[in-house]
């Protein structure tokens, strides 16, 4: 390799990794106190939109066009978690330069799907529901714009991701398809969600943050580390037990304790599919219990005791081990569940 190709090779490398840090940053900030600033500085924060090649998109006709030359008529939306950007999708582990990047689902299944990617960017320090209801509106706006007519639509979440789906899809009237309101007919071209790695159940690491600040706030001296933990986003508050609709938390102290969900919605015409991570294959009693090292298996399949209760019937989750939860956003096996799921069957 020549200096000059070495050196652009290098330079290359920098400016991804300086690119994915400043990404990491600005997701870890709208995880952290997104909703504060919201408040206080709404023209700084990120609103629910599309991202393409590191910039937004706008959701225009024009726009639309311009950033998707090659539009299909299927879209494949992906959905990023908590303290991520849409950058993450092309997250594929840490190398000896740092974070490596790979293709990612949408790129991987774009032919054989013919679908074309959106990748959405939102404030995941607002409540779920909020960012659940924005989803509704821009992906409205998107399918009445697109270059060409959409005859199918599949999202997917990844941990918070998978809740904001859900939660959308939960806020559009359980009515006839014929009879949905013009700004929410688009919601009858949804065939598939898929969850992966989702907290439908809520996160312990969550709930363990909430019983410290509570712990914290009895002692006269601690009561300022108690304020610290508690400044944390309505955003994080909601994954303590999976919130997704306004009625879950309105009404109620954010940092109280108790499951105040309401009742699940059955499941509907669309098909609702879980990819489950776990550190440890079969069903040993460790990787139940501490699933992919963020959400537990239990969790992540929104197990109920009455199977019609979950989001999700038993042949529609796919058990991936051994894998922690940040591998689920680009990983060899997770794609070949998607192309299982999401292709037509072969002869």
Same mark, same amino acid.
């Given at each position: 390799m020549s200096e000059d190709a070495s050196a652009s090779e290098v330079a290359r490398l920098?400016?991804?990794?300086?690119?994915?840090?400043?990404l990491t940053g600005v997701g870890a900030v709208h995880g952290?106190? =997104?909703?504060?600033?919201?408040?206080?500085?709404?023209?700084?924060?990120?609103?629910m939109e599309l991202r393409a090649a590191g910039r937004r998109v706008r959701a225009?006709?024009?726009?639309?066009?311009?950033?998707?030359?090659?539009?299909?008529?299927?879209?494949?939306?992906?959905?990023?978690g908590l303290f991520e950007t849409e950058a993450v999708w092309s997250f594929a582990g840490i190398g000896r330069h740092g974070v490596r990047t790979a293709p990612t689902y949408g790129d991987a299944l774009a032919d054989e799907l013919g679908s074309t990617a959106l990748m959405v960017r939102y404030d995941t320090g607002l409540r779920v529901s909020d960012n659940g209801a924005?989803?509704?509106?821009?992906?409205?706006?998107?399918?009445?714009?697109? @270059?060409?007519?959409?005859? %199918?639509?599949?999202?997917? =979440?990844?941990?918070?991701?998978?809740?904001?789906?859900?939660?959308?899809?939960?806020?559009? @009237?359980?009515?006839?398809?014929?009879?949905?309101?013009?700004?929410?007919?688009?919601? %009858?071209?949804?065939?598939?969600?898929?969850?992966? =790695?989702?907290?439908?159940h809520g996160a312990p690491l969550e709930r363990a943050v909430a019983s410290a600040a509570a712990a914290l706030d009895r002692g006269r001296r601690t009561r300022w580390a108690a304020a610290v933990l508690r400044a944390r986003s309505v955003g994080i508050k909601d994954m303590r037990h999976g919130n997704l609709l306004e009625a879950d938390w309105s009404g109620h102290d954010p940092d109280h304790p108790a499951d105040t969900r309401s009742p699940g919605r059955p499941r509907g015409r669309v098909r609702h599919r879980a990819v489950v991570g776990s550190l440890t294959r079969g069903d040993h009693p460790v990787g139940r219990t501490i699933g992919d090292l963020v959400v537990p298996v239990a969790s992540a399949r929104h197990e109920s005791p009455e199977e019609s209760l979950s989001r999700f019937a038993a042949e529609d989750v796919a058990v991936v081990a051994p894998l922690h939860h940040l591998t689920?956003?680009?990983?060899?096996?997770?794609?070949?569940?998607?192309?299982?799921?999401?292709?037509? @069957?072969?002869?």
């Open positions: 920098a400016a991804g990794a300086i690119r994915a840090a400043a952290l106190v =997104g909703d504060s600033l919201h408040r206080a500085a709404p023209i700084v924060t990120t609103r225009t006709r024009s726009g639309l066009a311009r950033a998707f030359p090659s539009a299909r008529p299927t879209l494949l939306v992906l959905v990023h924005a989803l509704l509106e821009l992906l409205g706006t998107v399918v009445r714009r697109w @270059p060409v007519e959409v005859g %199918r639509i599949v999202l997917v =979440g990844h941990s918070m991701g998978g809740l904001v789906i859900h939660s959308a899809l939960a806020q559009v @009237p359980d009515v006839p398809v014929d009879e949905l309101p013009d700004e929410l007919a688009w919601t %009858r071209l949804v065939t598939d969600t898929v969850s992966l =790695g989702a907290p439908h689920l956003v680009n990983d060899d096996r997770v794609l070949e569940v998607l192309r299982s799921w999401l292709l037509p @069957p072969t002869d």
